[in-house]
């Protein structure tokens, strides 16, 4: 079973900046295609970050040039930077891992951004 753990989460003043990472359990990393999503309160869990296999990524309107997505497969690893965060960036944010017809996700990391 393939596990995904995310950390780096947590309280941040507006402008500030988080790295989140998340560690993949599993053999064949570099073949999973990883995406980041998040979720506020009250909403719907949004895609906004995703890199393939080839370390093409493609992020949300949302987080676009705010947020920078990349992977380390020596580490078995997908990270987040987020930058010049803004309250309403508050969100759980979830790491996912797809390989053919399965997806994996990870238990979630609670970033708020709050003076």
């Known amino acids: 079973q393939v596990q995904l753990v995310e950390s780096g989460g947590g309280l941040v003043q507006p402008g500030g900046s988080l790295r989140l990472s998340c560690v993949v359990s599993?053999?064949?990393?570099?073949?999973?295609?990883m995406r980041w999503y998040r979720q506020a309160p009250r909403k719907e869990r949004d895609l906004i970050a995703s890199?393939?296999?080839?370390?093409?990524?493609s992020y949300s309107d949302s987080v676009k040039g705010q947020f920078t997505i990349s992977r380390d497969n020596r580490k078995n690893a997908v990270y987040l930077q987020m930058n010049s965060l803004k309250p309403e960036d508050t969100a759980v944010y979830y790491c996912?891992?797809?390989?053919?017809?399965?997806?994996?996700w990870g238990q979630g990391t609670q970033v708020t951004v709050s003076s």
């Open positions: 996912q891992g797809r390989w053919r017809d399965y997806e994996w």
């Open positions: 599993g053999r064949i990393f570099s073949q999973y295609n």
């Open positions: 890199i393939n296999i080839l370390n093409s990524t």
